[in-house]
């Protein structure tokens, strides 16, 4: 029976030795610890029993050192540990306090002294370990300097990114090459491409089809993060997908004491000064008897008023008189959420009264810009002819040409079309008496960005341990510009609606004290909606407006007249991207003699899809109403009034 266990286990030892390494080798969320242990004359103690215990968790692991006096533990939890270590004929010796962290390998070597196994030797304060046991080149940006360094709020996402902090590193750039505030939007690692990166949290990458590594629109709170490793050159071979650095996310876990956070960070617009131009407008058009408060309205502060405010709670999970979980089960929940809106007065130029009525006089130029060939007149800029009147006359030189004559008085007399009709009350009124830049509005493009995150981590013995975290986060926000125009036709910005669902579970598994197993599953789903305001009211607006032949668009038609006239509707904002991963990594580690193995399967599958409505648009010319072509006249407003596209 021995023989036969003992020829099942090479079997499994050489499966995993040639199956395992077929694909890619999975990542760790956690860090490992390893040493040699050796009596005083330096010779190398072999079967000494290793005993560590995490500080926070009492999570415990167990190991004996091999042939050449090495022991090693592999992808353990991060934090401080007690390592105790114990062999026949020595005195115990316990090191208090040495730090794991994430993707790193502490080397503490511990010597014995002869000696009862009752006596002890206690080092205490054991500081951090400078890594010999890797050759990769990077830092750990820890929970200390996440929590004390200044952050700023900002960025793509609007959240504080921990991401920031990857410029602590050397090899990194992105302040001031980017379009957001902390400047990693295009951050770059060792020299790498934009969004290049291999960006993973929890030990599962993040990357996405439609932007690769970016990460700051989709990071949990600042507060659920524990620590992070940036690698910039020399990756061990589990890492790849890359064609920068990679960068590691862990969350936080519980510990067996509760501990909380809580804060508030507030911002209002009452501490500003107004912008120069803003008062510079108001001085000039607000005076006399035009001094009043609607018209210092638009010319007011900018709105800045943020407000990012959150908490997190950590500790044992207990349920009174069922189930204490002291040393064995804990929880980790943190949640944010920011909430502010930012402002700009914009001036644009909208139909007159008059023109709305059809008389374009206001316009009318007094300089011919031509000759109308039908009866010899002068053509004059913005001169309205009527379309009903085309015909085709001989040209002095050979040819012919198409003309028109003009309106009286330069105002529309025949009726507007229906579709123009139903579009007027879309054009808001002037606010001034001014022919151009007639119309100053105050628009507003609020944010909300909300996020949060639950960790669950249980110790069922020294041999198996499972973790599991969720998160999410939904960014709600208008973008790219503030509305020039009221609602639904504003041709500026629009909201986009981004949400990022994370899924995390892990399995360690010590099959013996120098063999290991730990498995990851993960999932990603974001979705990046992109609409219109129009759009996301979801009306038939095409069939408001009469406007005929649009199948299956819910996006306001833009008009664009091709004049100074502010265009009508957004036709550039009206899709969806959802983009889902699925990933599995297994490893197996195999401490022998003075070396260690390490074996595994790095398991992805990616689905893109990205959904574009149909967003129609129209651009209505001045040729429709001009005099002749070539000859000047016309105004692309005065053909939408008459239906001539």
Not at 332 to 360: K, M
Request: charge should be negative.
């Amino acid at each position: 029976m021995k023989k036969y266990l003992r020829i099942r286990k090479h079997w499994t030892l050489l499966l995993i030795w040639l199956l395992a390494p077929i694909l890619a080798l999975a990542q760790s969320v956690h860090g490992t610890l390893t040493g040699t242990v050796s009596d005083s004359t330096g010779a190398v103690i072999v079967g000494a029993k290793v005993s560590i215990i995490n500080s926070g968790t009492s999570a415990a692991y167990s190991a004996t050192t091999t042939s050449v006096g090495v022991y090693r533990f592999e992808d353990i939890a991060l934090g401080t540990y007690t390592v105790t270590v114990n062999a026949p004929g020595f005195r115990a010796s316990v090191i208090k306090n040495v730090l794991v962290q994430i993707g790193t390998v502490a080397a503490v070597n511990v010597t014995l002294e002869p000696g009862a196994a009752s006596a002890q030797i206690t080092v205490t304060s054991q500081g951090p370990t400078l890594e010999t046991e890797s050759s990769e080149v990077g830092g750990v940006i820890d929970n200390k300097q996440i929590v004390e360094l200044p952050l700023a709020l900002g960025g793509v996402g609007a959240l504080r990114a921990a991401e920031a902090f990857v410029f602590l590193q050397p090899a990194t750039t992105g302040p001031g090459t980017a379009n957001s505030n902390n400047g990693i939007w295009l951050q770059k690692v060792a020299g790498g491409q934009n969004f290049g990166d291999d960006t993973t949290i929890d030990g599962v990458s993040q990357q996405r089809s439609e932007n690769g590594s970016s990460f700051d629109e989709e990071a949990p709170s600042v507060e659920a993060l524990d620590q992070f490793k940036v690698i910039t050159s020399l990756p061990e071979a589990e890492y790849g997908h890359t064609t920068g650095g990679i960068k590691d996310f862990v969350t936080k876990s519980g510990s067996n004491l509760y501990h909380g956070t809580g804060f508030d960070l507030y911002k209002d617009q009452a501490l500003n000064a107004n912008t120069w131009f803003n008062k510079g407008w108001r001085a000039f058009r607000c005076t006399g008897s035009n001094d009043t408060a609607a018209c210092r309205a638009p010319y007011a502060t900018p709105t800045d008023h943020k407000n990012d405010y959150g908490g997190s709670l950590g500790g044992p999970i207990r349920i009174p008189k069922l189930y204490n979980g002291r040393d064995k089960s804990f929880f980790f929940f943190a949640w944010e959420q920011i909430h502010y809106a930012t402002s700009s007065t914009n001036t644009s130029t909208v139909p007159t009264v008059a023109e709305r009525g059809g008389n374009f006089s206001d316009r009318l130029s007094t300089t011919p810009s031509g000759t109308n060939p039908c009866d010899g007149s002068p053509i004059y800029g913005d001169e309205i002819f009527d379309p009903a009147t085309t015909q085709t006359v001989n040209l002095p030189g050979g040819g012919t040409t198409e003309c028109r004559k003009a309106f009286s008085q330069d105002t529309i007399s025949t009726g507007f079309s229906t579709v123009a009709t139903a579009l007027l009350p879309y054009w808001p009124q002037p606010t001034n008496d001014n022919v151009y830049s007639n119309y100053t509005f105050r628009g507003s493009a609020p944010i909300t960005d909300t996020t949060y995150t639950l960790r669950i981590d249980h110790n069922f013995n020294e041999k198996a341990k499972m973790w599991g975290a969720y998160s999410t986060r939904e960014n709600d926000l208008y973008t790219s510009g503030v509305p020039t125009l009221p609602s639904p036709v504003s041709p500026t910005g629009w909201w986009q609606n981004f949400t990022t669902h994370f899924f995390r579970v892990g399995v360690d598994y010590s099959m013996t004290p120098n063999l290991m197993d730990y498995v990851i599953f993960g999932t990603n789903r974001s979705n990046s909606q992109n609409y219109s305001e129009a759009a996301a009211i979801g009306k038939d607006w095409s069939s408001l407006i009469g406007y005929g032949n649009i199948i299956g668009s819910r996006n306001f038609p833009q008009f664009w007249t091709s004049n100074s006239v502010a265009m009508l509707g957004n036709d550039g904002a009206n899709d969806d991207n959802v983009d889902s991963t699925f990933q599995l990594t297994d490893a197996v580690v195999w401490t022998h003699g003075r070396h260690s193995f390490k074996f595994g399967a790095d398991l992805r599958m990616q689905q893109y899809s990205p959904i574009t409505g149909n967003s129609p648009w129209l651009t209505l010319a001045s040729g429709q109403t001009a005099g002749a072509e070539g000859q000047g006249g016309g105004d692309g407003f005065a053909s939408l009034l008459l239906g001539e596209v």
